[in-house]
């Protein structure tokens, strides 16, 4: 720093220090070049330095992520084809046991409808023997059964005729004579024991022990199949 100083009126030149080093204050010709190409150089230097670290970096990130998200789907790969192959070996291994099982089925099936038939067919027998006992005692119940039947038929009845079996005419004749005299009972080789019908003027009705019993016997095999259907 250069400083004037006045003193007494008398004036004092500024005076200068000489640079400590001279050579500092006159770069050499070749030196900027070379100053040039260093800063270039280090540029260079640091630039491939920092493209091989973060080259280092991305591949390393790069692995990791790429050896994450291939770990994640080779075991999801690895689980899928496991349970494939599981449930290939448990059907294969579970085929006969299927089978029996469909075999099984089928015959408590066929079982239970034979059960069911066979005990139709005996409820059927043991009913029409009881008929056959209660008509053999008593075959004057046929002729209630057609005063039911005339009381829900239509329009005038004019002359009635009570169709039966020619055995069972001759019975009630024998046994309720007074009863058959109110009645025109018609003998018909065609009707069987327990057999009946009532003709009027407009109407036929079918009253025998048969027809009732097959109702019956319809009845009890739909409450039959209902209630294997609910096992």
């Not at 066979?118 to 046929?142: D, N, W």
């Amino acid at each position: 720093m250069v400083k004037v100083i006045a003193e007494g009126g008398s004036n004092w030149r500024p005076y200068r220090f000489p640079p400590r080093c001279r050579e500092a204050l006159t770069p050499v010709a070749g030196d900027a070049a070379s100053v040039q190409r260093a800063m270039a150089d280090g540029f260079q230097q640091g630039n491939e330095r920092g493209y091989q670290e973060g080259l280092q970096q991305g591949r390393e990130a790069g692995f990791q992520d790429g050896y994450e998200a291939g770990r994640q789907e080779g075991a999801r790969l690895g689980r899928e084809e496991g349970r494939i192959q599981g449930q290939q070996v448990f059907e294969a291994a579970s085929a006969p046991l299927e089978r029996i099982v469909e075999q099984v089925g089928a015959f408590l099936a066929e079982y239970e409808n034979r059960r069911r038939t066979e005990l139709l067919e005996l409820v059927q027998k043991v009913a029409k023997q009881v008929i056959r006992c209660e008509l053999t005692l008593s075959p004057a119940q046929l002729l209630t059964l057609a005063d039911e039947a005339l009381a829900g038929m239509p329009g005038d009845l004019g002359e009635v005729r009570v169709l039966l079996n020619p055995e069972e005419c001759a019975r009630i004749r024998e046994i309720a004579p007074e009863r058959a005299a109110r009645w025109r009972l018609v003998p018909d080789e065609r009707l069987a024991l327990g057999e009946c019908r009532v003709i009027t003027a407009q109407a036929e009705a079918d009253i025998g022990c048969q027809q009732r019993l097959d109702a019956c016997m319809e009845t009890l095999a739909e409450h039959l199949e209902l209630a294997g259907n609910d096992q």
